[in-house]
């Protein structure tokens, strides 16, 4: 199972709007519904923001939303806080009980 | 609240095996399935497999058979996750991660660092 494929980085000033892609396969993202988002800073574990395409879990900022397009999942992030600047990672069932990782984005405050 | 403690880092040579154990409290342990997650250094996070409430169902990443093995024990709400044949680029940081109940992984233990080398 290859990773999904997201961008290497992606940068926006703060207040700014940024959308973050995650590409699979129709055997993954593009078949199901149930892609995660996760946010990372340095030496943290990662952070739930994101399941289901665009399903918020309690207490995630709504700054943060999701949404799916065949293929390719998306993570924007409104209004962008110096908070924000982390690594961001998608993840995909892949069916048979199986889930596969995105590449990961690093997202940078200016 | 729920909470996922791990055991500690380990220091391994090449061809030995390591258990990472991760006790759960805080909710219904029954109640929901156990990913296991591990990051090498400076590396995006690799998911491993996966344990049913259960415990009588796994399901792990293609190119880790027969190298995982992932078991829990109900009694003490403590999963655990066992990985042989150790190489060198097995050297990661090993998550346990609750399911969500909606395909993702909603609580993360703290990690712990397995460093294999000679």
């Known amino acids: 199972q290859s990773a999904l494929t997201q961008p290497a980085s992606v940068s926006g000033s703060p207040g700014q709007s940024i959308t973050i892609s995650c590409t699979g396969t129709r055997s993954d993202v593009g078949h199901y519904n149930y892609v995660s988002w996760y946010q990372q800073h340095p030496g943290k574990a990662p952070k739930l923001m994101i399941s289901e395409v665009s399903s918020r879990p309690s207490g995630v900022s709504n700054r943060f939303s999701g949404s799916k397009s065949g293929n390719t999942a998306s993570l924007t992030i409104s209004g962008l806080q110096t908070e924000d600047e982390a690594d961001y990672y998608c993840s995909s069932y892949t069916g048979n009980s199986l889930y596969v990782f995105g590449t990961g984005t690093k997202v940078t405050v200016l | 609240q729920v909470q996922l403690v791990q055991s500690g880092a380990e220091v391994k040579k090449p061809g030995a095996s390591v258990k990472v154990s991760c006790k759960s409290s805080?909710?219904?342990?029954?109640?929901?399935?156990m990913h296991w997650v591990r990051q090498a250094p400076g590396q995006g996070p690799e998911w491993m497999g996966i344990?049913?409430?259960?415990?009588?169902?796994?399901t792990y990443a293609q190119k880790l058979q027969g190298r995982v093995t992932m078991t829990r024990d109900t009694s003490t709400s403590t999963d655990h996750m066992e990985l042989s044949s150790l190489r060198s680029e097995d050297t990661a940081v090993y998550y346990c991660?609750?399911?969500?109940?909606?395909?993702?992984?909603?609580?993360w233990g703290q990690g712990t660092l397995v460093t294999v080398s000679s």
């Open positions: 805080g909710y219904t342990f029954t109640s929901y399935h």
């Open positions: 991660v609750r399911d969500s109940g909606k395909y993702g992984g909603s609580h």
């Open positions: 344990i049913n409430r259960s415990g009588s169902t796994t």
